[in-house]
């Protein structure tokens, strides 16, 4: 499968745990968008990653929420210490250098529950 | 700025109905327009994109960027009960906030 891949499908964590949430993209493209989806709402945008750099955070929590992608492995979304309202599916999405032309695709998403 | 406005749902249809999606846009950028259909427990898709002002089609559906109004409706003649889902109207452009900033989303019902 040549697609997004994100990992794990399903996530429960208890309050105050950690939540890792991995994301690869699809071969050939080199950036890579998190979003979050709350229940009946729409995307909403987190962060938006290249290679070893943040290009726009505008939409991260400023505290406990961390993104990374480094020059090898996944893109790693990091929440500390979860709380009820983090509850939410988390799309990471990732496009060619022309994103902007070519338009993004999806990984099928972490459904994060928070007991 | 760089915006998108779509029509406010949710939107009830019978089958075989006809469907308009609107789609408005502000944009500071040559066009790049998009429509992804999420359905219910899935990840956002790409349904067709286009660009200025070329006509589209994907799997019945159509969408026509009009540079005169900033429009980009989604349209299809005759729905089916397989179409219920959330469209989002997406947006194409440069700079921050990654390359395609998304509408709200609209979420069609079709009943039988």
């Known amino acids: 499968n040549a697609g997004v891949m994100q990992n794990p499908r399903h996530l429960v964590r208890r309050r105050g745990q950690e939540a890792r949430l991995r994301c690869s993209p699809m071969?050939?493209?080199?950036?890579v968008y998190w979003y979050r989806q709350l229940p009946e709402e729409g995307l909403k945008f987190m962060v938006y990653?290249?290679?070893?750099?943040?290009?726009?955070e505008s939409g991260m929590p400023k505290e406990r929420f961390s993104a990374e992608f480094p020059k090898e492995g996944p893109s790693i979304l990091r929440i500390q210490q979860v709380v009820r309202g983090d509850s939410a599916a988390y799309f990471c999405?990732?496009?060619?250098?022309?994103?902007?032309?070519?338009?993004?695709?999806f990984g099928s998403g972490t459904r994060l529950t928070v007991v | 700025g760089d915006s998108v406005t779509q029509t406010e749902g949710p939107v009830t249809l019978p089958e075989r109905a006809a469907l308009t999606l609107n789609c408005t846009y502000q944009s500071s950028y040559s066009t790049f327009l998009f429509w992804y259909v999420q359905y219910l427990n899935k990840e956002p898709e790409l349904l067709l994109k286009?660009?200025?002002?070329q006509e589209t089609d994907s799997r019945g559906f159509q969408a026509s960027p009009i540079k005169s109004d900033s429009s980009f409706h989604l349209e299809k003649p005759s729905v089916q009960l397989s179409d219920s889902a959330v469209y989002y109207c997406a947006l194409g452009i440069g700079g921050s906030q990654g390359n395609l900033i998304f509408g709200k989303g609209t979420k069609l019902s079709v009943k039988p």
């Open positions: 286009s660009s200025e002002n």
């Open positions: 071969k050939g493209h080199s950036h």
């Open positions: 999405a990732s496009s060619p250098e022309t994103g902007r032309s070519y338009g993004y695709t």
């Open positions: 990653l290249q290679k070893e750099n943040i290009i726009d």
